[in-house]
């Protein structure tokens, strides 16, 4: 019978690891999915449940991905046509990784950029899923407290993924809406000798391309600077480009490969690529990452250490029959950009008839939503005042804009690629209410103003979440939040 212990105990007796919260689900962006995982939504059997839209899956083309299965059935060693590769598939455990796998892959992620630039089978290091990959990069680049610079907003998962076992941090490079939150060189050089006067070693800087959670990508000029930049300070560049495969619209997507290709004189040792198959694919539970580094001693270091994260062999045979399937890749990446790019235009068709504007994007699978204007002020603690009644009134899981470290309240980002076009409908419906109600409270109370207003007697008008707090009760009630919000 174990011995229980509580938690100071626990501290004293656990590693640091263990009794921290550096795993960061202690934030609102991870309160969001609880609250979905308490409430779900579904069309029958719970209609006024929670509805998903803050977990950036791609399951618009799912229906492709079973019709090949169904058409292939040899790919799996668990049927009949497949079984007699069982053997050699089961007992394989080498994490180079099947030959094979790594040369489709290797071949998907050309294909996937556009054909811009190729990539080496023998650079390809595997990964259990993107996190794996970025924790393995990480390890291999920084020691503990040294630092990476990160332009913000940023995935909130990188300061789990990143920093949470390695003991890396990340340091922001501060960007702005007033040019689309762009890197510029400025903020770039700012935020490096803000870590210098602070005695921190900077090893690199830490991009994702295209953009999690804005949904841009970065145009050459950009990329040239930051390569420009990493070559001058002999510093790290890990781009992160799982989203690669999503660009639906212009301007056509650039590869930091492309950038290095084009320019021998860089230093490629410098030089590091993040990829996944979770939303290019849409195959997140299949847990592909890959690291693929110029640097030779790094490939070597993250094969080693891949050995604490490995794709399972079975996964990786099933995967180097359908990504060396030519004609099925180039219909199903053609087909995924045109239906995301619908997905896009439909969604934030609806958002702006009813005055909610996105930022301009091109790429991922959601929107950077500006949701300002209903802010009581521009505060961080505003922010989540509102997230709080959107979850528990609304029903719907956004993610705040401070949950991704930007710096500007009133900011969401919102996933639309994860459901299917009625529940878009559902949660647009919902969206149109909330506004609605909203604007006629609005109206109603500069009406009442404006008629008992005599020049003595002045009534404030009140702020935008206390408008929506005297809306019916079931609707409306910012006194009971679902979730509580890590401040």
Not at 7 to 30: C, K, M, Q
Not at 201 to 217: A, D, M, Q, Y
Not at 302 to 314: E, I, N, P, Y
Request: aromatic letters at 10%.
């Amino acid at each position: 019978m174990g011995l229980h212990v509580d938690d100071h105990s626990n501290y004293n007796v656990l590693s640091r690891i263990a009794t921290s919260d550096g795993h960061g689900e202690n934030s609102s962006y991870f309160d969001g999915w609880k609250a979905y995982d308490n409430d779900p939504f579904h069309p029958i059997d719970n209609p006024k449940g929670v509805i998903q839209m803050g977990l950036a899956e791609n399951q618009l083309c799912l229906d492709l991905t079973h019709q090949w299965i169904k058409q292939n059935p040899q790919a799996s060693i668990c049927t009949g046509e497949g079984v007699s590769e069982f053997k050699d598939v089961a007992n394989f455990q080498d994490y180079h990784g099947l030959p094979d796998f790594r040369k489709a892959i290797a071949r998907f992620m050309g294909k996937a950029r556009g054909g811009g630039a190729m990539f080496d089978p023998e650079r390809i290091v595997m990964s259990g899923g993107a996190t794996g990959a970025q924790e393995n990069i990480a390890f291999c680049l920084a020691n503990p407290g040294e630092a990476f610079l990160i332009p913000t907003p940023y995935y909130p998962g990188f300061d789990r993924d990143f920093r949470w076992r390695t003991g890396v941090q990340l340091l922001p490079i501060q960007c702005h809406s007033f040019n689309n939150f762009k890197i510029t060189e400025p903020a770039l050089v700012t935020a490096y000798q803000t870590a210098q006067r602070s005695n921190i070693t900077v090893k690199g800087i830490l991009v994702t391309n295209p953009s999690n959670p804005l949904g841009t990508t970065l145009d050459r000029e950009t990329l040239r600077t930051l390569v420009s930049f990493a070559n001058e300070k002999r510093i790290h560049l890990v781009c992160d480009e799982i989203f690669s495969g999503t660009v639906f619209d212009r301007p056509t997507y650039v590869s930091v490969s492309e950038i290095v290709e084009e320019e021998p004189y860089y230093d490629r040792d410098l030089i590091h690529i993040v990829y996944s198959l979770s939303k290019d694919l849409g195959v997140p539970g299949f847990r592909v990452g890959v690291i693929y580094s110029y640097n030779d001693a790094v490939v070597s270091c993250a094969r080693k250490m891949s050995s604490f994260g490995l794709v399972s062999t079975q996964t990786q045979h099933l995967l180097a029959s359908m990504l060396g399937d030519d004609d099925f890749t180039t219909k199903f990446l053609a087909e995924s950009r045109r239906r995301l790019s619908r997905r896009h235009k439909v969604f934030t068709a609806a958002l702006h008839r009813v005055g909610i504007k996105c930022l301009e994007s091109n790429a991922g699978l959601f929107c950077w939503m500006n949701l300002k204007h209903l802010l009581n002020e521009a505060t961080v603690e505003a922010e989540l005042e509102l997230w709080r009644v959107i979850i528990k009134e609304v029903k719907l899981n956004m993610s705040p804009g401070s949950s991704f470290h930007c710096s500007e309240p009133g900011w969401f980002r919102v996933c639309f690629a994860n459901m299917d076009d009625n529940t878009m409908e559902t949660a647009l419906k919902r969206i149109r209410t909330f506004v609605d109600r909203g604007n006629d409270t609005t109206a109603a109370q500069a009406k009442k103003k404006k008629k008992w207003s005599d020049g003595s007697l002045r009534l404030s008008l009140p702020r935008r979440i206390e408008e929506l707090s005297i809306m019916t009760p079931r609707l409306i009630s910012p006194h009971s939040p679902l979730v509580r919000a890590a401040t």
